[in-house]
């Protein structure tokens, strides 16, 4: 997979996965099972949250920017158990084999190129389009964090945007969907199919599928080629990580007063 004596890094290969991984019923059952845990975190944390009048039911409002990252750091939190359950069970590999083992700082070199080539192509690509669109969207996350008023506030969504989110979302996005699209489709193809699903994922409206969507596509392609390159989910985490932390302590200094 990868050639040690030198830290540029070799050409990705396919993985060779067992006969039975990735079988296509199993793999579809494991992405029904995986919504219907985000919902079930979903409808038990309302519950609980009505029921103790953290959350008014009668008012959107009522729901302050803490209430929505705690709602969200849990949903993701069951989501991330799930997902380290049952990933080893479809691809028929344990989680060492997909990457979960302590990174080389090799890798870590790696993880830390992808981050500037994720920061220049998601940063351009999404200056282009609002230039030739003439709008600017920012993700639900950034308009998010501009209506906290408070320093917890703000260091909690700080942690769940460079801790928690870059280790749910390469979970699933790398060590299950593009692992599971390998099985069936060359690297490139599997790259470009997560890479849009990541984008989609954060797009809240259809303006955003272009203004959001688009940019963080090619981010998450940029993604897909560390854990190719690395097969190393720790790297993955650090790229997503960093390239999370530089885009919010810019919206900390020149955005937020």
């Not at 540029?8 to 494991?30: D, G, K, R």
Request: aromatic share 14%; charged share 10%.
């Amino acid at each position: 997979m990868r050639n040690n004596s030198t830290w540029a890094p070799s050409a990705p290969l396919p993985t060779n996965w067992a006969p039975e991984a990735w079988n296509p019923l199993f793999t579809a059952l494991a992405v029904v099972g995986a919504f219907i845990v985000i919902f079930a975190a979903v409808f038990a944390y309302l519950a609980i949250a009505v029921s103790t009048h953290a959350i008014d039911p009668r008012s959107v409002a009522g729901v302050s920017p803490a209430q929505q990252l705690l709602l969200q750091f849990v949903v993701f939190a069951f989501f991330a158990v799930y997902l380290l359950i049952v990933t080893p069970l479809v691809a028929q590999a344990p989680l060492r084999a997909l990457g979960l083992r302590a990174p080389t700082g090799r890798e870590l070199g790696i993880g830390a190129l992808g981050a500037l080539a994720m920061f220049v192509l998601v940063d351009g690509s999404g200056s282009l389009i609002a230039t030739l669109l003439h709008r600017h969207d920012t993700e639900q996350a950034i308009a998010l964090l501009k209506d906290m008023k408070t320093l917890g506030e703000r260091t909690f969504f700080f942690l769940l945007a460079c801790a928690f989110a870059p280790f749910y979302e390469e979970l699933a996005f790398r060590v299950f969907v593009f692992n599971a699209l390998t099985r069936y489709a060359s690297i490139g193809v599997a790259a470009t199919i997560s890479g849009i699903l990541f984008g989609l994922l954060h797009a809240s409206s259809v303006p955003e599928l272009l203004t959001v969507g688009v940019p963080l596509a090619l981010g998450g392609i940029v993604l897909a080629y560390v854990y190719a390159y690395t097969r190393c989910f720790w790297a993955n985490v650090f790229t997503h990580a960093l390239f999370n932390a530089i885009s919010t302590l810019s919206i900390f200094l020149f955005h937020v007063s």
